[in-house]
């Protein structure tokens, strides 16, 4: 994944020139279509009006919108108030995703360094280790986490046997959960970018800083980390990213009261709610926060490249 | 070297390392422990068993999961297989056509599925679909798989590519073979690793999706994870840890598969690149 944000048409071979437009064709029609051409109809139908029970009327309409913003009054005639309800939803997602992203940081920096430090078989073994709850499906590690963290869970049980707690702890359903699991869903996806970033650093730089007497933590800072902040950098967006669409960590450790901005989305389309434009309007509003971050990231990627 | 100057080494960093792997692991593993246990409430052991595992595949949920599993099964090789082919050719044009026009914005567009988060994917296809008229059911499920494996499938592929030397297509096409002779007897077997590791990888992708599949699935149409789903939300029973192992099972046997069939790859560039100099 990591290698995929890279730059990689750097190779110049051309035993099939001319027929590059014939071999990309496929993945164009395939993504175009069934990628590009339905976020821009989930872009036109956020500004459509609602149907009653799922689906939308032809109609332009600013309803979504103005929902998402905007507080009317019941039967939507009081002069507007802004609508704080899915403000906080977003704010709390993004809150929850820094977070998590900043706990698995945290944990999978020094993870990532010391597996990219070891040598031989035992680093293939370490780097295998970690891949593997990678591509683990996440709904199974989810269920996990909410099996072991029940109020009569293995967890508890093992605490109240212990005697640590005199009752147990309350974990489910509560923002903790939320939390955690978010923290446990895409730690991997933060150690594998900083490990191919540590992976690559020469450490004879660090020993040429320490023959001109750089301490430690002059050598980390200035010739360490911005060599491996790219690496940083990947790993943090493909942590945040898919943290703050979540939709399985909120819902199945969640419960119906910490949702997320995922949540919120789905609840338009499969729950109750059944309010399609506003269903698209809340996933056009997440899809611009990502492409801020991603945007951002380019622009990083781009002054890296230029040094 | 002296400890305190060698920057490999940092206090603590060991210690961390196993907590991470004691984090992504302890669940997983308590899970499968339970798996077995005979014992109705989840959490008390009544001893080893394997009655839940029955249960998966005779019990009363046995034909709801059996449907699932083909369903699922049938949609992960169908797609792994497009997607494959699709990606090859992708690393072809990217890695061995020279210039042609659009190639950066190519680049862009094969990694967007994975810019994009999937619960917007997902609301994207399910409105797409519903304007076209398309009636959802598996064929929607499969088309929504294939655009999201191709960016997987075409890392391995193309990482393996970039390794090959073009020398030895140079030498194929000095010796009057056609292009697609080129691509067949000799690209195409240097590739295979790279093939196989990108399949391999869209089929897990593509067998362990929810978010998509929950959104596209027509009525009545499950895969195994919204299948689960579907079952944990009147809460977790021993068959779903049972089911859950399984599954569990099935990824990590085929992670490991991937991963032995990169190294073979490897060993076989780096025997091939030392004997040709």
């Known amino acids: 994944m990591v290698a995929g944000i890279e730059n990689n048409n750097s190779s110049n071979t051309s035993t099939y020139a001319g027929l590059g437009s014939l071999l990309i064709l496929p993945t164009w029609l395939v993504i175009g279509f069934f990628l590009v051409l339905p976020v821009l109809m989930m872009l036109v139908y956020s500004f459509l009006t609602k149907e009653f029970r799922g689906g939308v009327i032809w109609e332009f309409s600013l309803a979504a919108y103005d929902q998402f913003f905007f ?33 698995c940081l945290l944990v999978g920096f020094p993870t990532a360094w010391f597996i990219a430090t070891r040598s031989g078989p035992n680093k293939s073994l370490w780097l295998f280790l970690i891949t593997i709850p990678y591509w683990v499906n996440l709904l199974i590690r989810t269920i996990s986490m909410k099996f072991l963290i029940r109020d009569t869970g293995p967890l508890n049980e093992w605490l109240l046997a212990a005697g640590v707690i005199p009752e147990p702890i309350h974990m489910i359903n509560t923002n903790f959960a939320v939390q955690l699991g978010l923290f446990y869903s895409y730690l991997p996806f933060m150690v594998l970018p900083i490990y191919a970033a540590v992976e690559r650093y020469n450490f004879a730089y660090s020993e040429a800083a320490a023959d001109l007497y750089a301490g430690r933590w002059a050598t980390l800072r200035k010739i360490i980390l911005p060599i491996v902040k790219p690496g940083i950098i990947a790993g943090c967006i493909l942590v945040f990213v898919p943290s703050l669409g979540a939709f399985l960590a909120p819902d199945l450790l969640g419960g119906a009261k910490n949702f997320m901005i995922g949540s919120l989305i789905e609840e338009q389309f499969k729950g109750n709610a059944g309010n399609w434009p506003f269903g698209a309007a809340a996933a056009m509003i997440l899809l611009s926060m990502v492409l801020i971050v991603l945007t951002f990231y380019a622009r990083q990627q781009m002054k890296q490249g230029k040094r | 070297m002296a400890r305190n100057n060698d920057m490999r080494w940092f206090p603590g960093f060991s210690v961390t390392t196993l907590l991470c792997l004691f984090l992504l692991y302890a669940p997983l593993i308590i899970v499968a422990v339970y798996s077995f246990n005979d014992s109705k409430s989840i959490t008390n052991w009544g001893g080893f068993s394997l009655r839940w595992y029955a249960d998966v595949f005779w019990g009363v949920e046995a034909p709801r999961f059996r449907a699932a599993a083909i369903n699922s099964f049938i949609i992960a090789i169908s797609a792994a297989i497009t997607s494959t082919i699709i990606a090859t050719m992708a690393a072809t044009a ?42 959802t059911g598996i064929l929607t499920i499969l088309i929504a798989h294939i655009v999201f494996c191709i960016p997987f499938a075409y890392l391995p592929i193309a990482a ?26 000799i690209l195409l077997p240097l590739m295979a690793p790279g093939i196989i590791s990108g399949f391999l990888l869209a089929f897990i992708i593509s067998l362990d999706d929810f978010i998509i599949t929950n959104f596209v699935k027509g009525a009545g149409i499950e895969t195994l994870p919204t299948a689960i789903f579907g079952s944990v939300k009147q809460g977790i029973k021993p068959n779903i840890m049972a089911i859950s192992t399984l599954l569990l099972a099935v990824s990590v046997v085929f992670v490991t598969l991937s991963w032995l069939v990169g190294r073979i790859g490897q060993k076989q560039q780096q025997t091939a690149t030392n004997g040709g100099e």
């Open chain 1, 71 to 103: 507080d009317r009054g019941l039967f939507g005639d009081e002069p507007p108030k802004i609508e704080w309800t899915y403000i906080i939803i977003f704010w709390r997602s993004i809150w929850l995703a820094a977070v998590a992203t900043f706990l």
């Open chain 2, 94 to 135: 990217m890695l061995r056509a020279g210039r042609f026009r659009g190639k950066t914005f190519s680049f862009a567009l094969i990694n967007l599925p994975l810019m994009v988060p999937e619960i917007v994917t997902a609301v994207a296809s399910l409105i797409f679909f519903s304007a076209i008229g398309f009636t």
């Open chain 2, 160 to 185: 393996r590519m970039q390794g090959i030397d073009d020398l030895y297509e140079q030498a194929a096409m000095d010796l009057y073979a056609t292009r697609l002779q080129t691509f067949r007897l």
